[in-house]
């Protein structure tokens, strides 16, 4: 973990291809961010209704992790990923 980002992995990936990672909520809370996975930049949000249709977005999940989702998709076949794969949660400056 630095100032600007924190490195994690995909812990979990549930029925619906919802990414959850092993950053807890607490890593983030408070700051504006966005997640780096698969060559993709996943902007954040608080509800799956941030996102459009189709869309990815990073929340907090109620699991109290970072998760990655697709509002009414799969993330998992979206991004290509797999349990495992590393995530990178970037910081933003607050202007």
């Known amino acids: 973990m630095t100032e600007t980002s924190i490195i994690g ?5 549930d029925v619906f291809g ?10 983030v809370e408070d700051k504006r961010w966005s997640v ?3 060559n993709s930049i996943v902007p954040s ?3 799956y209704s941030d996102a459009n249709t ?6 907090l999940g109620s699991h109290g992790w970072v998760e990655i989702a697709v509002n009414g ?3 998992k076949a979206q991004l290509q990923v797999e349990w ?12």
């Not at 992995?9 to 990936?13: D, E, K, L, T, Y």
């Not at 919802?18 to 890593?27: E, S, V, W």
């Not at 189709?54 to 929340?59: D, P, R, V, W």
């Open 36 to 38: 780096a996975i698969a």
């Open 45 to 47: 949000g608080r509800t």
């Open 18 to 27: 919802n990414l959850i990672t092993n950053i807890p909520a607490t890593a």
């Open 84 to 95: 495992g794969d590393l995530v990178e949660i970037v910081y933003q400056p607050i202007i």
């Open 54 to 59: 189709g869309e990815t977005i990073a929340l």
């Open 9 to 13: 992995a995909i812990q979990h990936i």
């Open 73 to 75: 998709g799969n993330a």
